[in-house]
């Protein structure tokens, strides 16, 4: 039989990338997969998954597709603009995430510098807001989240808002603070 091949409706649920991804983690997905969902669609006569495929192999892996050009991919039967582009997007958007720095980081060395760091902003606001800062093992801001947004004069927060993101985050402290929308004081702790 030519001309047949299996579209991501014909698959299990549980073989499917996407839903891979979400159960087990990005972390545990092949690169095809991961490529097939950046992908989304694969061809008339070629699945999505065959596709990637293809595409790792004309490329000999991701290392080489680190460096590839839209031409290159374009050239690619069923990669068209589209695709290619946001192929291309998602290699620059992983290069820029892999260039950042820790020493770029803002250090908190004493209860001032996490004041420091949010009260240009939240001394403005006119509603009670609670921020947390996430901090690694050094002491340096990896995260800032607002959790909560209050009234005038009350925010009411879950303790379980806080240590989510803190859990999803690897942090080793967390830094809380609020804002007076009074005007009278921002609060940390």
């Known amino acids: ?20 991804l979400m159960e087990l983690g990005a972390s545990h997905v092949s690169n095809q997969e991961l490529l097939s969902i950046l992908l989304g669609t694969g061809t008339k006569t070629e699945s999505v998954q065959a596709l990637a495929q293809r595409v790792l192999m004309h490329f000999e892996g991701i290392n080489l597709l680190r460096e590839s050009t839209l031409e290159e991919l374009t050239a690619i039967k069923g990669i068209g603009a589209a695709k290619a582009v946001g192929i291309l997007a998602a290699i620059e958007l992983g290069k820029r995430m892999n260039q950042l720095k820790s020493e770029d980081r803002y250090v908190v060395r004493c209860p001032e510098d996490g004041a420091d760091f949010v009260m240009e902003e939240m001394r403005l606001l006119k509603q009670e807001h609670f921020v947390v800062l996430f901090l690694n093992t050094k002491n340096q801001i990896i995260h800032r989240q607002t959790i909560f947004i209050g009234s005038l ?8 808002e806080v240590f989510r993101e803190a859990v999803k ?16 004081r921002l609060q940390c702790g």
């Open 169 to 184: 985050r690897s942090a080793a402290s967390i830094i809380c603070a609020h804002n007076h929308p009074s005007g009278v």
């Open 153 to 160: 004069n009350a925010s009411i927060v879950h303790p379980r």
């Open 1 to 20: 039989m030519t001309g047949l091949h299996v579209t991501m409706k014909d698959m299990p649920k549980q073989d499917r990338p996407r839903e891979r």
